[in-house]
């Protein structure tokens, strides 16, 4: 079984602040994690994706994300926010060891970014 | 490249009624997934295709709901005879078939239904 939990339902900070999302989650073997953001009636766009290798991942907007093995999490990070980044955000993992190829996502933490 | 297209994006039916939605792929794309978002949550999985093939529907309720994913034209997840809690706003994702599963999916920007 594979899951996700991101424990912060809302997250507010003020522009150029650091911003921090948390995300852990649960597989049994090793995890594919995936970051995406959600604009207001818009889909889902991809953020950045950890694999394998190094454990900090670079991706889109600013955006990077910190795997780390021993504490199962992928939390997503920004050094200097920006009111645009103010969005819903999905943590989502897969399971390396299973067969299929279904992402379990996380119950999203809304971002607001205040000028 | 168009992205994943997904049709229609605001769909109203009364309840009975049946809900056809429709994703296409993006181009070069072999798999197709579909999602349900309901209010305050996250997504949940419902289908996984190939084309003409249902890899896994477990996510998929048995009874009202379907899918398909034919050689030629979209893929169309279909609700039979709506119920009010089949209101949800309804994800299609795609990715394609090498690169294996650490690929990442890339979504529409789904089908709002509204069940009245």
């Known amino acids: 079984a594979q899951s996700v939990a991101q424990p912060e339902d809302q997250v507010n900070v003020a522009e150029g602040n650091p911003l921090t999302v948390k995300c852990t989650y649960s597989?049994?073997?090793?995890?594919?994690l995936f970051w995406y953001v959600q604009y207001p009636n818009r889909g889902l766009q991809f953020l950045l994706k950890?694999?394998?290798?190094?454990?900090l991942v670079k991706g889109s907007y600013g955006f990077e994300a910190e795997f780390n093995k021993s504490q199962t999490s992928f939390h997503l990070k920004k050094p200097s926010a920006l009111v645009s980044d103010s969005a819903l955000y999905f943590c989502?993992?897969?399971?390396?060891?299973?067969?299929?190829?279904?992402?379990?996502f996380g119950a999203g933490t809304t971002v607001t970014v205040r000028a | 490249n168009a992205g994943v297209m997904q049709n229609p994006r605001h769909l109203v039916r009364r309840r009975g009624q049946e809900a056809r939605l429709r994703c296409s792929p993006m181009?070069?794309?072999?798999?197709v997934y579909w999602y349900r978002q309901l209010p305050e949550e996250g997504l949940k999985f419902m289908v996984y295709?190939?084309?003409?093939?249902?890899?896994?529907e477990s996510g998929m309720p048995k009874e009202r709901f379907s899918a398909e994913f034919p050689k030629e034209g979209p893929s169309i997840l279909r609700i039979q005879q709506v119920v009010r809690g089949d209101s949800a706003a309804y994800f299609c994702?795609?990715?394609?078939?090498?690169?294996?599963?650490?690929?990442?999916?890339?979504f529409g920007q789904g089908t709002r239904l509204t069940v009245v």
């Open positions: 994702a795609s990715s394609p078939g090498t690169g294996g599963r650490g690929t990442e999916a890339f």
């Open positions: 597989v049994s073997g090793n995890p594919y």
């Open positions: 950890y694999i394998t290798g190094d454990n």
């Open positions: 989502a993992v897969r399971d390396m060891r299973s067969n299929d190829y279904k992402l379990s």
């Open positions: 181009k070069g794309h072999s798999h």
């Open positions: 295709l190939q084309k003409e093939n249902i890899i896994d």
